[in-house]
C-alpha cells in the first residue's frame, strides 16, 4: 500500500449486554485514508451511534467487542488505558450532537478548550494558552473575546461551533461527527456544515459523518456507507450511492428527502412499510426483506454480503447479482 | 377572495413579557388564511413565531391585536366554548412520546377526545376505526398496548388516530415527523395527505422542512421573525421564491442543486429586539451584496417596514403569490 491507512476497521461485532446481548453493529468493515471523507446513514438503531462510540472506545462498561480498530495501524481497541488517553483528543477527536449537554455548563467555555489542550500538552505559559483559545475559536467563527462567555451565553449554533473548538484543541487528524448538525436550525445547519468542510480542506482532516439525513451525506462526503440492522447494506461514492442507488433500502432513505422542484415528489411522499428492526429480534436471511418492495421469496432464507456492485461499489442485494457478467 | 377560509388571521399580534421587562413581538401582525380541505406549511426556523402562531389558532395563546376566526365567527376564549372548538380544531406535536400518557393504553388515548366531547355513538367501534383509518390494522391489536410497546412512527400514527376521531375540519400539525426516522417519515405524510383527499380536512402544517411542504402543501406560507414574508402556491413558491430569506432557505436544502448557496450569516434575531426597518435587512443578501444600494431601495430597506405583501411580479393576480419586500413590485 503506497499510503497507509489512516484508520482500517475489520470486521467489528458490538454486543450489548442488556436483555441477553443486543447485537448493534454486526460486522462493519471499512478503511479511510488521510483527509478522506466518510458518510454514514442509517437510521435509528441501524448501529451508527455504536459504530462511532467503538471508534473511541467509548461504549458502556460490560459492552462485547471483536475485530480491530486500526488507527494508523494500531488497534484502539486493545491499546492500554494510558496510550487510548493520548489517542484520544491528539488522533481522533468526536463531535457529538446536542451541544447544551455536552459543555459543561458552569465552566466558561474557553476553560473548557483549556482543559482540553492542557490534559495533553502540560507546562504551556498562560498567555499561550488563552492565545491558542481564542484562536481556535475563532477558527470556529466565533470572536475570540467571547471564551469568557458561559454555555447558555451562546446560541445553539454558536455551541455547537465551540465543541469543534473542542474537538481540534489538540490538532487530531480524524474527526468523528455524530449528528453534529441535527438539532440545529436550516440555514446555521448549513453554516455549521460548510465550517467542518472548510476546516477538513484547510486541516487535511478525515472526517467520519454520521447521521440519519442521506442528502446531507452526499453533498459533504465523497464516499457513503448506508447501514442497517447493525451492516452495511451499501457503500460506494456518494454522488452515485444517492444518485442511483443499488439497495432498495437506500433508495427509500434517498426518496424520503424529496428533489424541490422534481415533479415526481410533488404531492408524493415516499416511505418505507414498517419499522426499523429490533436488535434482538432480527428477521431471517436479508434484515430488509420484510420492508423490501422487490422482496424475492429467496431473501427471507438466503444471507447477503456486500457483493461488488460497479466500479468502487458494493451493496448486499441479491439483485446485484443478477447484474455481474459471469 | 374566491372562496371564504375556514381560518382567518387579521393582522394578529401576539406578545410575551420576558425578564428584565422586555417585550417579545412573538407575532407580529399576521394575516393568513386556510381554506377548507387545503394543506398549508407555515414554513420557518425556531425563534420566527410558527409554533406561537399554530397554538393561538389552537386558542391557546390570546392574541393582543387582531383577530382570529374560524368558520367566519372570532374565537372566543371561555373554557366552554373553546371545547367545542377542539373538536374542529385538533393538534398534533412533534414528539408523539411527549404527547400520549405512557399510562394510558393506547385505546384509552384514543378515545380520551371522545369522552372529553361526551361524543354519542359507540365508543369501541369509533377507536377501532380511527385506529384503522390511521394505518394500524388490524385495530384490536393495538387497543391494549401502552405507548412504549410500539414504534415511534406507530406512536405518531395514535396521535392523529386520536385527533382525526373528532372527525375535525382543521388539523394543526407541529414539526409532525421530525422527531420520526427518515423511511417512516414518508409514510406519516403520505398518511396526512391520504387523510385530506377522504375526508377533506384541512391541515396546517407548521414545520422547518421545504422538502415537506413539496411533499404534501397546495400552498406555503414563510415566517421570518414574527411576520409572514411570503406566501404563495407551492410550485411557484418553490420554484420561483422572491423574498430574500425564502431564496436563502431553499439554497440551503441540499436537495436542490441548482441553486448556489446562500448561507446567510448569524442567526434569527431575538424576537425583543426586532430591527428597524425591513426586518430582515441585516441579514439580507441584496442589502449586503449591494444590489438593494443599485436598486435604489437601501434606504427604505433600512428604515420603512415593509408590512404589506404585494403581489409578485409575473404572476397572475389571483395566484396569491405575495412577499413582503421592497424589492418586489
Sequence with gaps: MSTPLLLDVRDLHVT?????????????????????????AGESGCGKSTLAGALLRLLPPGTEVSGEVLLDGENVLTMREDRLRAVRWTELAVVFQGALHTLNPVKRVGWQI?????????GIPRSELRGRVAELLETVGIPGRRAVDYPHQLSGGQRQRVLIALALACSPHLLIADEPTTALDVMVQAQVLRLLEDLQRDLGLAVVFITHDLSTLAAVCRRLLVMYAGRVVEDGPSDEVFGSPKHPYTAALAAAFPIIGDARFRMAPSGLPGDPPDPRHLPSGCTFHPRCSVARPECASRAVELWPAGEGRRAACVQVLDEVPT | MTDPALLELRDVHVRFRGRRGAVAQAVDGVD?????????????????????????????????????????????????????????????????????????????????GLRIQKVPGREEALVAEALSRSGLRPPERFFALFPYEVSGGQRQRVVIAGAMI??????????PVSSLDASVRGEILQLMLGLVRETGIAI?????????????????????????????????????PHHPYTKALLSVVPEVERLEQQILEGETPDPTRIPSGCRFHPRCPLVQSGEAARLGIEERCRTEDPAELRSVPGTADGSGHVAACHAVG
Excluded at chain 1, 114 to 122: F, G, K, L, N, V
Aim: proline content about 5%; glycine content about 12%.
Design chain 1, 16 to 40: 450489548y449486554p442488556s436483555g441477553g446481548g443486543v447485537p448493534a453493529v454486526r460486522g462493519v468493515s471499512f478503511q479511510l485514508e488521510r483527509g478522506e471523507t466518510l458518510g454514514v
Design chain 1, 114 to 122: 483549556e482543559e482540553a489542550i492542557t490534559t495533553h500538552e502540560r
Design chain 2, 32 to 112: 393568513l388564511d386556510v381554506r377548507a380541505g387545503e394543506v398549508l406549511a407555515l414554513v420557518g426556523e425556531s425563534g420566527c413565531g410558527k409554533t406561537t402562531l399554530a397554538r393561538t389558532i389552537l386558542g391557546l395563546e390570546r392574541p393582543v391585536e387582531g383577530e382570529v376566526r374560524f368558520d367566519g365567527s372570532p374565537l372566543e376564549y371561555g373554557n366552554d366554548w373553546l371545547r367545542r372548538y377542539r373538536r374542529k380544531v385538533q393538534m398534533v406535536f412533534q414528539d408523539p412520546t411527549g404527547a400520549l400518557n405512557p399510562r394510558q393504553t393506547i385505546y384509552e388515548s384514543v378515545a380520551e
Design chain 2, 166 to 175: 373528532l372527525e375535525p375540519e382543521l388539523l394543526v400539525a407541529d414539526e
Design chain 2, 204 to 240: 396546517l402544517v407548521v414545520t422547518h422542512d421545504l422538502g415537506l411542504a413539496w411533499n404534501i402543501a397546495d400552498r406555503v406560507a414563510v415566517m421570518y421573525l414574527g411576520r409572514i414574508v411570503e406566501q404563495g402556491p407551492t410550485e411557484q413558491l418553490l420554484s420561483a
